[in-house]
Protein backbone atom coordinates (compact mmCIF):
# COMPACT_ATOMS: atom_id res chain seq x y z
CA UNK A 1 0.00 0.00 0.00
CA UNK A 2 1.15 3.51 -0.33
CA UNK A 3 1.31 6.25 2.24
CA UNK A 4 -2.26 7.06 1.33
CA UNK A 5 -3.87 3.32 1.28
CA UNK A 6 -2.33 3.45 4.65
CA UNK A 7 -5.16 5.89 5.96
CA UNK A 8 -7.67 5.52 4.00
CA UNK A 9 -8.07 1.52 4.47
CA UNK A 10 -7.22 1.86 8.45
CA UNK A 11 -8.26 3.69 11.63
CA UNK A 12 -8.68 7.78 10.74
CA UNK A 13 -5.24 9.00 10.56
CA UNK A 14 -3.44 12.10 9.33
CA UNK A 15 -6.24 13.08 6.39
CA UNK A 16 -8.62 14.18 8.71
CA UNK A 17 -7.50 17.37 8.56
CA UNK A 18 -8.95 17.69 5.41
CA UNK A 19 -12.60 16.84 6.55
CA UNK A 20 -13.78 20.21 5.60
CA UNK A 21 -12.73 19.54 2.09
CA UNK A 22 -14.31 16.37 2.27
CA UNK A 23 -17.50 17.89 3.19
CA UNK A 24 -17.20 20.02 0.07
CA UNK A 25 -16.36 17.12 -1.82
CA UNK A 26 -19.34 15.10 -0.12
CA UNK A 27 -22.03 18.24 -1.03
CA UNK A 28 -20.58 19.01 -4.37
CA UNK A 29 -20.75 15.16 -5.63
CA UNK A 30 -24.19 15.04 -4.36
CA UNK A 31 -25.34 18.22 -6.28
CA UNK A 32 -23.59 17.23 -9.59
CA UNK A 33 -25.39 13.47 -9.71
CA UNK A 34 -29.21 15.25 -9.36
CA UNK A 35 -28.35 17.90 -11.44
CA UNK A 36 -27.01 15.75 -14.31
CA UNK A 37 -29.26 12.86 -13.90
CA UNK A 38 -32.15 15.14 -13.74
CA UNK A 39 -31.11 16.61 -17.08
CA UNK A 40 -30.05 12.88 -19.06
CA UNK A 41 -31.55 10.17 -16.73
CA UNK A 42 -34.63 8.74 -18.79
CA UNK A 43 -32.85 9.67 -22.31
CA UNK A 44 -32.86 5.97 -23.32
CA UNK A 45 -30.24 4.44 -26.09
CA UNK A 46 -32.07 1.72 -28.48
CA UNK A 47 -30.35 -1.28 -26.30
CA UNK A 48 -29.94 -0.99 -22.21
CA UNK A 49 -27.02 0.41 -20.77
CA UNK A 50 -25.73 -1.55 -17.75
CA UNK A 51 -23.00 0.27 -15.49
CA UNK A 52 -20.10 -1.78 -13.89
CA UNK A 53 -18.44 0.63 -11.72
CA UNK A 54 -16.96 1.65 -7.92
CA UNK A 55 -17.40 4.11 -5.34
CA UNK A 56 -13.61 3.69 -4.54
CA UNK A 57 -10.78 5.12 -6.10
CA UNK A 58 -8.99 2.50 -7.58
CA UNK A 59 -9.68 -0.53 -9.18
CA UNK A 60 -11.91 -3.25 -7.29
CA UNK A 61 -12.28 -6.05 -9.85
CA UNK A 62 -14.46 -4.57 -12.74
CA UNK A 63 -12.84 -5.78 -15.60
CA UNK A 64 -13.01 -9.93 -14.83
CA UNK A 65 -16.35 -9.18 -14.11
CA UNK A 66 -16.89 -7.70 -17.19
CA UNK A 67 -15.20 -10.42 -19.10
CA UNK A 68 -17.31 -13.49 -16.85
CA UNK A 69 -20.39 -10.98 -17.64
CA UNK A 70 -19.77 -11.12 -20.82
CA UNK A 71 -19.24 -14.85 -21.73
CA UNK A 72 -21.92 -15.46 -20.18
CA UNK A 73 -24.15 -12.94 -21.99
CA UNK A 74 -22.75 -14.77 -25.12
CA UNK A 75 -23.50 -18.24 -24.34
CA UNK A 76 -27.19 -17.09 -23.26
CA UNK A 77 -27.43 -15.91 -27.34
CA UNK A 78 -27.02 -12.01 -26.45
CA UNK A 79 -25.03 -9.60 -27.75
CA UNK A 80 -23.17 -7.65 -25.85
CA UNK A 81 -20.89 -4.18 -26.47
CA UNK A 82 -18.68 -2.92 -24.13
CA UNK A 83 -17.98 1.17 -23.64
CA UNK A 84 -14.37 2.24 -21.44
CA UNK A 85 -12.96 5.56 -20.98
CA UNK A 86 -9.91 3.68 -22.00
CA UNK A 87 -7.69 4.83 -19.25
CA UNK A 88 -3.94 4.97 -19.78
CA UNK A 89 -4.75 5.54 -23.61
CA UNK A 90 -4.57 8.42 -25.66
CA UNK A 91 -8.27 8.14 -27.17
CA UNK A 92 -9.58 11.26 -25.60
CA UNK A 93 -12.59 12.61 -26.72
CA UNK A 94 -12.63 10.41 -30.01
CA UNK A 95 -14.09 7.64 -30.34
CA UNK A 96 -12.07 4.39 -30.93
CA UNK A 97 -13.39 0.27 -31.69
CA UNK A 98 -10.65 -1.40 -30.49
CA UNK A 99 -9.86 -4.87 -31.98
CA UNK A 100 -7.29 -7.92 -30.17
CA UNK A 101 -4.98 -6.03 -32.66
CA UNK A 102 -5.00 -2.37 -30.79
CA UNK A 103 -2.25 -0.72 -29.56
CA UNK A 104 -2.45 -0.03 -25.67
CA UNK A 105 -0.56 3.28 -25.82
CA UNK A 106 -4.05 3.90 -27.63
CA UNK A 107 -6.90 2.28 -26.17
CA UNK A 108 -5.63 1.47 -22.38
CA UNK A 109 -4.49 -1.74 -20.98
CA UNK A 110 -8.18 -2.75 -19.39
CA UNK A 111 -10.02 -2.18 -22.98
CA UNK A 112 -7.39 -4.03 -24.98
CA UNK A 113 -7.67 -7.20 -22.39
CA UNK A 114 -11.78 -6.99 -22.81
CA UNK A 115 -11.44 -7.03 -26.12
CA UNK A 116 -8.63 -9.91 -26.60
CA UNK A 117 -10.49 -12.19 -24.10
CA UNK A 118 -14.31 -11.42 -25.20
CA UNK A 119 -14.32 -10.94 -28.93
CA UNK A 120 -17.40 -8.80 -28.66
CA UNK A 121 -16.95 -4.99 -29.56
CA UNK A 122 -15.30 -2.71 -27.47
CA UNK A 123 -15.21 1.05 -27.83
CA UNK A 124 -13.51 3.73 -25.63
CA UNK A 125 -13.50 7.25 -25.32
CA UNK A 126 -13.40 9.41 -22.40
CA UNK A 127 -16.73 10.53 -23.52
CA UNK A 128 -19.23 7.83 -22.44
CA UNK A 129 -21.98 9.34 -24.17
CA UNK A 130 -19.73 9.54 -27.18
CA UNK A 131 -18.53 5.83 -26.96
CA UNK A 132 -22.29 4.27 -26.47
CA UNK A 133 -23.96 5.88 -29.89
CA UNK A 134 -20.18 4.86 -31.56
CA UNK A 135 -21.08 1.34 -30.32
CA UNK A 136 -24.74 1.24 -31.31
CA UNK A 137 -24.21 3.10 -34.43
CA UNK A 138 -21.33 0.27 -35.75
CA UNK A 139 -22.06 -2.92 -33.86
CA UNK A 140 -25.30 -5.37 -33.84
CA UNK A 141 -25.68 -5.38 -30.00
CA UNK A 142 -28.22 -6.29 -28.14
CA UNK A 143 -27.37 -4.03 -24.66
CA UNK A 144 -23.92 -2.27 -23.62
CA UNK A 145 -21.65 -2.89 -20.43
CA UNK A 146 -19.88 0.26 -19.43
CA UNK A 147 -16.39 -0.12 -17.59
CA UNK A 148 -16.76 2.13 -14.85
CA UNK A 149 -18.67 5.18 -15.64
CA UNK A 150 -21.06 5.29 -12.46
CA UNK A 151 -20.13 9.15 -11.54
CA UNK A 152 -20.69 9.71 -15.70
CA UNK A 153 -23.98 11.21 -15.51
CA UNK A 154 -23.96 12.76 -18.41
CA UNK A 155 -24.56 8.79 -19.28
CA UNK A 156 -28.45 7.26 -19.14
CA UNK A 157 -28.43 3.92 -17.30
CA UNK A 158 -30.61 1.13 -16.73
CA UNK A 159 -28.73 -1.18 -14.32
CA UNK A 160 -26.11 0.22 -12.11
CA UNK A 161 -23.92 -2.96 -10.53
CA UNK A 162 -21.26 -1.49 -8.06
CA UNK A 163 -17.99 -3.71 -7.24
CA UNK A 164 -16.48 -3.74 -3.86
CA UNK A 165 -13.16 -5.38 -3.38
CA UNK A 166 -14.04 -7.47 -0.23
CA UNK A 167 -10.47 -7.43 1.34
CA UNK A 168 -10.60 -3.77 1.55
CA UNK A 169 -13.95 -2.70 1.82
CA UNK A 170 -15.06 0.88 1.65
CA UNK A 171 -11.91 2.00 3.70
CA UNK A 172 -12.75 4.41 6.79
CA UNK A 173 -15.97 5.68 4.99
CA UNK A 174 -14.86 9.08 3.86
CA UNK A 175 -14.83 10.63 0.47
CA UNK A 176 -12.25 12.32 -0.71
CA UNK A 177 -9.13 13.48 0.34
CA UNK A 178 -10.28 12.28 3.57
CA UNK A 179 -10.66 8.54 2.58
CA UNK A 180 -10.74 6.82 -0.28
CA UNK A 181 -14.54 7.39 -1.97
CA UNK A 182 -16.00 8.85 -4.51
CA UNK A 183 -19.30 9.13 -3.00
CA UNK A 184 -20.47 8.29 0.03
CA UNK A 185 -21.37 4.74 1.02
CA UNK A 186 -25.43 5.33 1.26
CA UNK A 187 -25.00 5.91 -2.71
CA UNK A 188 -25.35 2.00 -2.70
CA UNK A 189 -28.80 2.35 -1.35
CA UNK A 190 -29.97 3.86 -5.49
CA UNK A 191 -28.07 0.99 -7.09
CA UNK A 192 -29.23 -2.54 -8.46
CA UNK A 193 -27.04 -5.03 -6.83
CA UNK A 194 -23.48 -4.71 -5.64
CA UNK A 195 -20.44 -7.70 -6.39
CA UNK A 196 -18.21 -8.27 -3.10
CA UNK A 197 -15.08 -9.50 -4.85
CA UNK A 198 -13.56 -11.86 -2.35
CA UNK A 199 -14.36 -12.68 0.89
CA UNK A 200 -16.32 -10.56 3.82
CA UNK A 201 -14.72 -11.63 7.03
CA UNK A 202 -17.22 -10.77 10.47
CA UNK A 203 -15.42 -8.38 12.73
CA UNK A 204 -12.43 -7.17 10.71
CA UNK A 205 -12.42 -3.92 10.55
CA UNK A 206 -13.12 -2.17 7.46
CA UNK A 207 -14.72 -5.62 6.53
CA UNK A 208 -17.42 -5.60 9.37
CA UNK A 209 -18.12 -2.23 8.36
CA UNK A 210 -18.64 -3.05 4.40
CA UNK A 211 -21.04 -6.14 5.75
CA UNK A 212 -22.80 -3.48 7.90
CA UNK A 213 -23.22 -0.71 4.75
CA UNK A 214 -24.34 -3.46 2.56
CA UNK A 215 -27.05 -5.09 5.25
CA UNK A 216 -28.16 -1.07 5.53
CA UNK A 217 -28.65 -0.90 2.16
CA UNK A 218 -30.42 -3.73 1.32
CA UNK A 219 -30.10 -4.63 -1.83
CA UNK A 220 -29.46 -7.93 -4.02
CA UNK A 221 -25.37 -8.77 -3.18
CA UNK A 222 -23.70 -11.36 -4.94
CA UNK A 223 -20.31 -13.04 -3.95
CA UNK A 224 -17.25 -13.02 -6.53
CA UNK A 225 -14.09 -14.93 -6.69
CA UNK A 226 -10.62 -15.17 -9.05
CA UNK A 227 -9.97 -18.25 -10.10
CA UNK A 228 -6.31 -18.97 -11.19
CA UNK A 229 -6.64 -20.52 -14.62
CA UNK A 230 -3.74 -20.85 -16.46
CA UNK A 231 0.09 -19.30 -16.92
CA UNK A 232 1.31 -18.03 -20.44
CA UNK A 233 4.45 -17.71 -21.49
CA UNK A 234 4.83 -14.04 -22.84
CA UNK A 235 8.05 -15.10 -25.01
CA UNK A 236 6.89 -18.67 -26.21
CA UNK A 237 3.25 -18.27 -25.90
CA UNK A 238 3.15 -21.78 -23.71
CA UNK A 239 0.31 -22.38 -21.89
CA UNK A 240 0.09 -24.36 -18.56
CA UNK A 241 -2.41 -25.21 -16.07
CA UNK A 242 -1.89 -22.69 -13.51
CA UNK A 243 -1.91 -25.77 -10.51
CA UNK A 244 0.24 -27.49 -12.90
CA UNK A 245 2.82 -25.19 -13.41
CA UNK A 246 3.52 -24.36 -9.75
CA UNK A 247 3.53 -27.88 -8.93
CA UNK A 248 6.11 -28.43 -11.91
CA UNK A 249 8.74 -25.57 -9.99
CA UNK A 250 11.72 -26.16 -8.09
CA UNK A 251 10.18 -26.14 -4.67
CA UNK A 252 12.22 -25.24 -1.93
CA UNK A 253 10.93 -25.56 1.81
CA UNK A 254 8.48 -22.69 1.57
CA UNK A 255 7.48 -22.62 -1.80
CA UNK A 256 9.04 -21.73 -4.95
CA UNK A 257 9.96 -17.87 -5.18
CA UNK A 258 8.64 -15.94 -8.28
CA UNK A 259 8.78 -12.11 -8.45
CA UNK A 260 5.07 -11.09 -8.57
CA UNK A 261 4.84 -7.34 -10.71
CA UNK A 262 1.37 -5.58 -10.33
CA UNK A 263 0.61 -2.28 -11.33
CA UNK A 264 -3.71 -2.65 -10.37
CA UNK A 265 -5.84 -1.69 -7.61
CA UNK A 266 -4.67 -3.86 -5.16
CA UNK A 267 -1.47 -5.89 -5.91
CA UNK A 268 -1.76 -7.63 -2.79
CA UNK A 269 -4.41 -9.69 -4.19
CA UNK A 270 -2.64 -10.71 -6.59
CA UNK A 271 0.37 -11.73 -4.35
CA UNK A 272 -2.15 -13.52 -2.16
CA UNK A 273 -3.28 -16.01 -5.56
CA UNK A 274 0.09 -16.39 -6.13
CA UNK A 275 0.48 -17.54 -2.45
CA UNK A 276 -2.78 -19.97 -2.75
CA UNK A 277 -1.10 -21.91 -5.20
CA UNK A 278 1.97 -22.90 -3.13
CA UNK A 279 4.07 -20.15 -4.59
CA UNK A 280 6.53 -17.73 -2.82
CA UNK A 281 6.10 -14.31 -4.29
CA UNK A 282 7.95 -11.27 -3.54
CA UNK A 283 5.47 -8.45 -4.63
CA UNK A 284 6.85 -5.48 -6.77
CA UNK A 285 3.76 -3.02 -6.14
CA UNK A 286 3.44 -0.12 -9.17
CA UNK A 287 0.88 2.01 -9.45
CA UNK A 288 -2.53 1.27 -11.09
CA UNK A 289 -2.07 1.37 -14.95
CA UNK A 290 1.44 1.72 -15.10
CA UNK A 291 3.46 2.17 -18.39
CA UNK A 292 5.87 -1.17 -17.88
CA UNK A 293 9.46 -0.52 -19.18
CA UNK A 294 11.81 -3.49 -19.13
CA UNK A 295 13.98 -2.13 -16.35
CA UNK A 296 10.83 -2.42 -14.52
CA UNK A 297 11.46 -6.45 -14.66
CA UNK A 298 14.94 -7.06 -14.35
CA UNK A 299 16.23 -8.79 -11.37
CA UNK A 300 19.49 -10.18 -10.04
CA UNK A 301 18.52 -13.54 -9.90
CA UNK A 302 16.82 -16.09 -12.05
CA UNK A 303 13.04 -16.57 -10.44
CA UNK A 304 10.67 -16.62 -12.89
CA UNK A 305 8.57 -13.36 -13.10
CA UNK A 306 4.93 -13.81 -12.79
CA UNK A 307 2.09 -10.71 -14.23
CA UNK A 308 -1.27 -10.04 -14.48
CA UNK A 309 -2.95 -9.74 -17.77
CA UNK A 310 -3.89 -6.35 -17.28
CA UNK A 311 -0.18 -5.75 -16.96
CA UNK A 312 1.35 -8.46 -19.72
CA UNK A 313 -0.26 -6.62 -21.99
CA UNK A 314 1.83 -3.30 -21.78
CA UNK A 315 5.18 -6.24 -21.19
CA UNK A 316 4.62 -8.13 -24.49
CA UNK A 317 7.53 -6.95 -26.38
CA UNK A 318 9.65 -7.25 -24.01
CA UNK A 319 10.67 -10.85 -25.14
CA UNK A 320 11.65 -12.77 -21.97
CA UNK A 321 11.43 -16.22 -21.36
CA UNK A 322 10.98 -15.74 -17.83
CA UNK A 323 8.21 -13.64 -18.09
CA UNK A 324 4.63 -15.18 -17.40
CA UNK A 325 1.34 -13.99 -17.11
CA UNK A 326 -1.17 -15.86 -15.00
CA UNK A 327 -5.06 -15.43 -15.82
CA UNK A 328 -7.96 -15.57 -13.73
CA UNK A 329 -12.06 -16.02 -14.30
CA UNK A 330 -14.51 -14.61 -12.23
CA UNK A 331 -16.83 -16.74 -10.61
CA UNK A 332 -20.32 -15.10 -10.33
CA UNK A 333 -23.25 -16.48 -9.33
CA UNK A 334 -26.09 -17.15 -11.88
CA UNK A 335 -28.09 -14.86 -10.04
CA UNK A 336 -26.28 -12.07 -11.73
CA UNK A 337 -26.86 -12.38 -15.05
CA UNK A 338 -30.53 -12.93 -14.55
CA UNK A 339 -30.18 -8.89 -13.42
CA UNK A 340 -29.41 -7.96 -16.93
CA UNK A 341 -31.71 -10.95 -18.67
CA UNK A 342 -34.89 -9.48 -17.05
CA UNK A 343 -33.90 -5.71 -18.29
CA UNK A 344 -34.26 -6.95 -21.94
CA UNK A 345 -37.65 -8.45 -21.60
Known amino acids: MNFLDKTWYAKPGWTQVFTPLAWLFEAVSVLRRRSLQNRYQGKAYSVPVVIIGNINVGGTGKTPLIIALTKQLNEAGIRPGVVSRGYGGKAGLQAISVTKSSSVEQCGDEALLIARRTGCPVV ?3 DRVAAVNHLIAHNEIDLILSDD ?18 QRGLGNGRCLPVGPLREMPRRLNDIDAVVVNGSVKNGVGINSKLEAVLTAAN ?78 LKFDDDWPVVMTAKDAVKCESFNDSRHWLLEVEAQIPAGMLKIIKDKLH
Open 124 to 126: VCA
Open 149 to 166: GLQHYRLHRDIEIVVIDG
Open 219 to 296: IQQFPMTLKATQFINLSSGETVDAVQWARGLKQGPSGQPVHAVAGIGNPERFRDTLAALGLKPQLHRFPDHHAFTISD
